[in-house]
């Protein structure tokens, strides 16, 4: 897979960007607090930027030059960048390698389908189990299908958080392995972020500030971006995310879980009546931007059950004509107020955002639902109402995958924000400190100082000092 696409970004403009070096040195400490770094001047920071956590003393930016190094390499131009990324947050174990001018060069994902249909969901331990058996093989995969090797690349780029931390290891540990083995840099990546910067790999006019919504099985969030690392979150999920509540209810209709339920029931409910079932819309009396869908999920099982479906015992594909149909009404009647719930808090969000940067012009909707065709055309109305411009990643993007962590590595890597390579004598059996739950940015509230919120809705600029922390076993 293949597609040469430019975003706007700013290139580094220190003349050290010409070349950076790498050191080797030794694992850092742990971090047990979060600080303000105490040398800030040492790392690659905007101007007025409280970040929450302390830089590792490995980081170093590009235009920051040493002079006790033991190696050196002339950094690649930009377009020249080959990036390596690694995704293991939740049920998906992928890679890719991505170019610095956007470029595809491969793409692989190995799916646990059949380990959600089994257990009826995410189990931990054998998603873990599962990535573990997979990720040498994907990552070799990913290589070769971009007939490179490790020693091509310019750096990695690994998933640090949120996610499942039992997952989220088995990612880390390949990158830094990967990584000590050629001498590369490291890029930890925000995995939510990664689903809003990956916008700007397939539409080069994309440019800071914009307004996301990132919508999976775990997450519902909506944030301003204002700039690479700067966010405010305007609302995000008090309960279930819309990406479970899609699948806890095709679950209960009975469908395949093998394709995904999202797809399941949306497939299903083309053939259903939206307005047969009256659900309630969730949080309408909440003037914020939060999302709610575990009432609703609670509205889907009463209805199977006032409905007396078997849907435990008689699958969608064994159902007589009738059964189906009350399962499609179901399902396509869920779908009208969940997607509908989406609208509400995004027009507001819309509003806030507007009042917040007036400069907007793109909504950008990503994550796993945004392959929802329905969704997409909703939320399509709602910019369009908005005069805003509606961009969403391609289908294949939207979903967990290594393509979003290699670009959103490539973004922060020609800013300078890396870790050196692992030092030659790191052991393999280290254990490092994850973010399994990871605020993208500060909450806003209606009435609060905007400027406030944009000046501390920063993410750390290095997104690494989550991995850099370690504990022996």
């Not at 491969?106 to 799916?111: L, P, T, Y």
């Not at 509908?340 to 950008?364: D, G, N, T």
Request: include cysteine; glycine fraction near 6%.
């Amino acid at each position: 897979m293949a597609a040469t696409l430019l975003p706007t970004l700013s290139p580094p403009v220190s003349r050290a960007a010409a070349a950076f070096l790498l050191l080797r040195r030794a694992p850092a400490k742990a971090f047990s607090s979060l600080r303000p770094p105490p040398t800030p001047r040492r790392f690659l920071v905007s101007a007025s930027s409280p970040y929450p956590a302390t830089p590792p003393t490995a980081l170093r930016p590009l235009s920051t030059v040493a002079s006790s190094c033991t190696a050196a390499r002339a950094a690649p131009a930009r377009r020249d960048l080959l990036m390596l990324g690694i995704e293991t947050s939740c049920d998906d174990t992928a890679a890719a390698v991505v170019r610095g001018d956007g470029e595809i060069l491969s793409q692989v994902v190995s799916s646990q389908a059949d380990l959600l249909a089994r257990y009826g969901g995410v189990a931990p331990k054998m998603a873990e189990e599962a990535h573990a058996l997979v990720i040498d093989q994907v990552v070799q995969k990913a290589l070769d299908d971009a007939k490179l090797s490790g020693s091509d690349l310019s750096a990695v780029a690994v998933t640090v958080g949120p996610g499942l931390s039992l997952c989220l290891r088995i990612g880390v540990h390949k990158a830094r392995q990967v990584a000590k083995s050629f001498a590369l840099p490291i890029v930890g990546v925000h995995h939510m972020e990664a689903h809003a910067l990956v916008s700007r790999l397939v539409n080069k006019d994309l440019d800071f500030p914009f307004l996301a919504l990132l919508i999976s099985g775990g997450h519902n969030l909506l944030v301003l971006a204002h700039s690479l690392g700067q966010y405010v979150q305007l609302g995000t999920t008090i309960d279930d995310a819309i990406g479970e509540a899609y699948d806890k209810s095709a679950r209960w209709l009975g469908l395949d879980m093998r394709k995904g339920g999202g797809p399941a029931l949306e497939e299903l409910a083309l053939d259903g009546d939206p307005n047969a079932v009256n659900f309630r819309v969730p949080m309408r009396q909440h003037k914020d931007c939060n999302f709610s869908y575990a009432g609703l999920k609670t509205q889907v099982r009463l209805a199977i059950e006032s409905k007396n479906l078997c849907t435990d015992d008689i699958p969608i594909s064994s159902a007589s004509e009738e059964d189906r149909q009350s399962r499609a009404n179901i399902a396509a009647s869920f779908q009208r107020v969940a997607v509908l719930h989406l609208e509400e808090k995004c027009q507001r969000a819309v509003e806030w955002a507007l009042k917040m940067e007036p400069s907007i012009k793109y909504f950008v909707v990503s994550g796993g639902v945004a392959s929802n065709k329905y969704v997409r055309t909703r939320l399509n109305q709602v910019a369009e109402n908005n005069g805003l411009e509606l961009v969403s990643p391609p289908p294949s993007l939207c979903t967990d995958n290594g393509v979003m962590i290699a670009w959103t590595g490539i973004e922060h890597f020609v800013a300078g924000r890396f870790e050196d390579p692992p030092a030659a004598d790191e052991p393999d059996d280290m254990q490092y400190e994850l973010r399994p739950r990871w605020p993208l940015g500060e909450e806003y509230s209606e009435g609060r100082s905007v400027a406030r919120s944009l000046k501390t809705a920063r993410v750390h600029p290095s997104l690494t000092s989550m991995i850099q922390g370690s504990l022996q076993k």
